[in-house]
Each structure stands twice: as structure tokens, then as C-alpha cells.
């Protein structure tokens, strides 16, 4: 892209998102300068089925494989820190350009970076949640009763997903010990949406909100290529509301974008968010 075309898109840009209200839909893109994977590099190389809800509740197997790879991926995901696209998109907010952040990741940094009205749609992987009597605790005690339970457990290099999954030997797999809720003794599961699984309907009310209250929708860093994310395109363009879409490659909703821009979230993020100021209303 020339840089006078790069110039041309990012003024389009400020010029849509300076007329506030705008609610930001965000995808693993938008992490990877935090050190977490999208689904085009380790996560991609990531060669297995992804576990669905069905299996996890009702297959012990999967669930010893599950929080085997876990207790090495979340590692990543506990010492990620917010990038300078997750501060830029919570100084929009400061000066209110964005109302809001719908987020299909799980890694919280959206509010660890300050934005304050935020719509985790897929959970938090420092959650988790007992299916057997709903008693939430912190991923990070959890973490703690893990290794405890497999003090032999080590370090291994590995491919990672956005999801805090990675990969592991197969025998280390079948060893590790699961531990149970400390409440009634269920199962625990992470407070995030599985493959399979839907997403809560409160949180799908809170997004649809934020996207009624909207004058445009601008995506970040996702190829909107699950149906989650993407009704949310489907919506605005249903409802007249332009879409704007800043994604490294395509996505599915490039059909649908007013000003789409083929780039790095930082390239984009932090130049918008440095010239643009908008009076509150």
C-alpha cells in the first residue's frame, strides 16, 4: 500500500470514528504484540481438534488433556501485558470516540489497558467455574493447586493459541492430575465459551446494547470468521451502521467495510488515537 493510499484510509478513518459513538469489536489480532499467538502463527500450528463442551463435561480423559495443556498456555496468557493498540483503543474511549469494546478474546487485557465498558463475549480465562455448583475462583489459584498435584511437571517448547491451549508430549498428557472444586468436589471447567457451547445470553444482550447504541462499528483484528463475531456485521449492515475493519489480511467481513485497511493494529491504532480529539458530548 503506497503512502499516500495509507494516509488517505487512515484520515477516512478519523474521520468516521471523530463522530463518536463508536463500539469496537476486537479479535485475536489485536493481542499478538502482547506476546499471545493469533490463529495464523502457533496457534495455526496447533494440529488437533479444538475441545468442544460435549467432550469436556462428559469425557474425564479430556478434561485431564485439556488442563494439561492449559497449565502451560496459560502461563503466556497470566504474564501477557496490554500493547499500545489496547491503550490506544482505551484513550478513544477517554475522550469519547469509542463507547465500548465487544471482545472475542478471553485474555482480559482490554481492562487491564483501562477501557471501562467492555463485553468479554467468549469469558475470561482468569476465571474459572465449578459446572456442579457454580462457584467461581481466580485461574490463578487454580494454577497453584495444579502444581502442587504435579510437582514433576516441567517446561516444554511449544506452540500456543489464543485460547491459553499448547501443545505437550502425549505421555505428560496422560499423566497429570486434575484436581476438583474445593467447594463440592465438581468439575472445573475455565469461564470461557467452548467450541459447542453457546454464549451466555446476558452477555450476547450487552453487546447487542452497546452495538444499538452505535454509530459505527470498527473491527479489530479478527477475520471475523466464526459466527459470533460476525453477527455483529451482519447487524450493522442490517441497521445502516458503518463498518469500518482494520485487520493483517482478509476477513470475512470485507465485503461490508466502508474503509477497510489491510495492516498492523499498532500502525493504525496509535496515530488514530493521537490526533484524534473529540469534544465529549
Not at 499516500?4 to 471523530?18: E, G, I, K, P
Not at 463498518?243 to 489491510?262: H, L, M, T, W
Amino acid at each position: 500500500m503506497s503512502a499516500t493510499r495509507s494516509q488517505d484510509l487512515l484520515d477516512s478513518l478519523a474521520a468516521l470514528v471523530s463522530g463518536g459513538s463508536v463500539v469496537a469489536l476486537t479479535g485475536a489480532g489485536i493481542s499478538t504484540d502482547s506476546g499471545i499467538p493469533d490463529y495464523r502463527g502457533d496457534g495455526r500450528r496447533l494440529r488437533h481438534t479444538p475441545m468442544t463442551y460435549q467432550e469436556f463435561v462428559s469425557d474425564p480423559r479430556a478434561r485431564r488433556r485439556y488442563w494439561a495443556r492449559s497449565h502451560v498456555g496459560w502461563r503466556r496468557i497470566a504474564h501477557a501485558q496490554p500493547n499500545i493498540s489496547h491503550h490506544s483503543l482505551a484513550e478513544l474511549e477517554d475522550v469519547g470516540a469509542v463507547i465500548g469494546v465487544i471482545t472475542q478474546n478471553v485474555d482480559g487485557l482490554h481492562t487491564a489497558a483501562g477501557s471501562r465498558r467492555v463485553v468479554e463475549l467468549h469469558g475470561n480465562l482468569a476465571h474459572t467455574i465449578c459446572l456442579d455448583c457454580g462457584d467461581i475462583r481466580s485461574r490463578l489459584e487454580l494454577q497453584h493447586r495444579l502444581e502442587a498435584a504435579n510437582p514433576w511437571f516441567g517446561e516444554w517448547q511449544v506452540a500456543y493459541a489464543p485460547d491459553g491451549d499448547a501443545q505437550i508430549p502425549r505421555d505428560v498428557e496422560e499423566e497429570f492430575q486434575v484436581v476438583d472444586c474445593l467447594e463440592c468436589g465438581g468439575v472445573l471447567k475455565p469461564d470461557v465459551v467452548f467450541f459447542g457451547e453457546n454464549v451466555p445470553k446476558e452477555r450476547v444482550d450487552a453487546a447487542f446494547g452497546l452495538l444499538n447504541e452505535a454509530k459505527s462499528l470498527l473491527v479489530l483484528g479478527s477475520s471475523l470468521t466464526v459466527m459470533s463475531g460476525y453477527r455483529f456485521v451482519i447487524a450493522a449492515r442490517k441497521r445502516g451502521v458503518p463498518v469500518a475493519i482494520v485487520n493483517r489480511g482478509p476477513s470475512r467481513g470485507d465485503g461490508d467495510a466502508a474503509i477497510r485497511i489491510d495492516d498492523d493494529l499498532a500502525n493504525t491504532l496509535e496515530p488514530l488515537a493521537r490526533r484524534l480529539v473529540v469534544t465529549p458530548a
